[in-house]
């Protein structure tokens, strides 16, 4: 495989870490993980980090309430848990495109293909209520429109290349533009599949801002 | 002279058992984990219980502020812990490490509960930690990129038609391995070494 130039922030390794991270970039972000063993060897190490911080401090458990719930769950039926379809492809216009398990993992979410003007493919992939992503697409010489977002953009080639004016994307190139960046995406003489995730402002829910911060002397210097 | 050596005998007992947390090294705990699969070993699933539960509940507090949410989340870690511990490898990380993915998935779906829909994707999609997910062989099954059905076209007609069913579901209906050893009720691994012979026949037939 090529190699993979850009990569997602560490503060977004660690979000993903953490699980603060909404699904859609969480799987988004997943994925270039697959991809990319640079970005699974960090991710690795923020967990572990994670793991031995966050379970360092022992509470002052009452000894009664400690043993009546070790009994309890010697005596539990072991919990189902149900484990998600991974597919190994998707299909598109008798293409077939491998995808990493991190992604595999949803096909089965993955609605209808539209196909929108200038070579372009589109299909919805809902993790839940409010996440938007997509499957995009492009044919060779295909372009995407000039444009603009009110939040930020994440872009993930899963097979091919494509560019904008800023560089030239290739498999496994996690790109993210904020609010702030306008960029227009186009393929030459190759075609292109990305995982493109579209948020209002990033938002993380509560614990990351606490979980950040005594990262960020380890990893953002 | 009697009685010293009891005291000191019980100093000594009361100092090692205050030491003991910082002995638990990622040896140990693996160790307890491997009887508890092994053997359900209830005296090491205590061993770990009473090492973790403080610990999660400490985490879990800080995560949740609430007292009872905290229970919750150590009660079904630790339930998990007791009983997937065969899904612990130590190659793929230590103790800690494995039991805090699991409290993670659990605090993770404990705070979308309420305002998600059914539907929605759970920790576990996300994160599998605790599925015993069929590990599929990706590298020799997958072509190395994208497969244009048109330049197969005809080479696969070729194939003896037992590789040949496999890689028209596969790759023309586009069902999974899995869903492929459903359909036609042959095991899984048989699945995988006719599309791996399929897939080699077709690579000699095409650049030939
Ligand atoms: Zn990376």
Known sequence: ?221 | MQVMLEKRKSRQSMSSSQREPQEMTAEHLGQLLAEVADTRSRRAFSELFRHFAPRLQSFATRQFGNEQTAMDLVQETMTNVWHKAHLFSPEKGSPTTWIFTIARNIRFDILRKNKHRQNDVSAEDLWPVLSEETSDSDEEFALDTKILMQEIGEYYLQLPDAQRIVVEQIYIEGKSQQEVSDALGIPLGTVKSRTRLALQKLRELISE
Request: hydrophobic share 35%; aromatic share 6%; glycine share 6%.
């Open chain 1, 1 to 221: 495989m090529n190699k993979i130039k850009f990569h997602p922030s560490e503060e977004l390794l660690v979000g993903y870490a953490s699980g603060d991270l909404n699904p859609a970039l969480t799987v988004v972000v997943g994925t270039h993980i697959d991809m990319c063993p640079r970005c699974r060897s960090v991710a690795e190490d923020i967990q572990n980090h994670m793991a031995t911080r966050e379970l360092h401090q022992s509470a002052p458990l009452a000894e009664p309430d400690l043993n009546s719930m070790l009994e309890h769950i010697m005596a539990s039926e072991s919990p189902i848990v149900r484990s998600a379809k991974v597919h190994e492809q998707v299909s598109l216009e008798g293409k077939v495109f491998k995808v990493p398990r991190s992604l595999g993992r949803h096909v089965d979410r993955l609605g209808p293909w539209s196909h929108m003007p200038g070579g372009l493919w589109r299909a919805p992939l809902e993790l839940d209520a409010d996440s938007r992503m997509n499957l995009i697409y492009m044919q060779e010489n295909a372009s995407l429109p000039e444009h603009t977002h009110r939040g930020s953009e994440a872009t993930l080639v899963l097979n091919g290349v494509f560019n904008d004016e800023h560089d030239e994307y290739r498999d496994g190139d996690f790109i993210f533009l904020d609010e702030h960046k306008h960029h227009s995406p186009q393929t030459t003489d190759e075609d292109c599949l990305t995982l493109a995730y579209l948020d209002a402002p990033l938002q993380f829910t509560s614990g990351l801002a606490r979980l950040l911060n005594p990262f960020s002397s380890l990893f953002f210097r």
